[in-house]
């Protein structure tokens, strides 16, 4: 059977995160559907990672097998013609049959906007968070830079990240390659993080913590000691889930057959 690398973009504000749930829409469970319905197979994707319900993806990538003898280009076109046009399958290609798009995976990216006007336009509402006032870049960025590295995270997880009872393998350990702030425009900025992995809520909790920094509430020094506490409480609130982006998921080689 193909091993199938599959490349998607959506919109996540109207499904409850990527995992399949039985009472909810989501993206894998809408993903399955359909490619299941064209392949006249059962399809059960691996994601590279989760997203939570609001997020958004411009580059998730998932894999699956298929007995199915459909080409990839008629499965790509099949599928765009039926899932919901906040669901796009950007690519469709035959992967080694030991790639896995979660266990092959050696970074991601992703990146979190923030809106910064006076009065957010309705159509960027659901794309990035709205902070009506000026914000302190440099000690935000100041933050971002304690951050770059192998770190416990443990003041970024949320609960449920991870089953806690295991005590072996890295626990809350995550190394971040790049945690960067960048101007957009006058009104907009933008987080960016890579990293070798992700706990839950990692990503907007960290953007949480450093905008009250940005704010004036909170100093540089009292976030290097949050990061070094390894205590969720220690932290500020999470950021909504609407300004999160999924960018890219990285892999060490071509998956490609």
Known sequence: MPNLKVTIAFDGTDFSGWQKQLNAPTIQGELERVLGTITNNSVVLHGAGRT?????????????????????????????????????????????????????????????????????????RLYATHIPQDLTTDTMKQCLNLLVGTHDFASFEASGSRDKSITTGRGSVRSLHEAVLNTIDNNKLQFVFTGDGFLRHMVRNIVGTVLEVGKGRKTVEEFKLILEAKDRTTASATAPARGLFLKEVHYKTNPEA
């Open 52 to 124: 939570d319900a609001g997020v958004h993806a411009l580059g998730m990538v998932a894999s699956f097998e298929t007995e199915s003898r459909i080409s990839q280009s008629d499965l790509l076109r099949g599928a765009n013609s039926i899932l919901p046009p906040s669901i796009r399958i950007l690519n469709i290609q035959v992967a080694d049959p030991d790639f896995h798009a979660r266990f092959s995976t050696t970074s991601k990216t992703y990146f979190y906007d923030i809106d910064t006007g006076a009065i957010q336009s309705p159509i960027s």
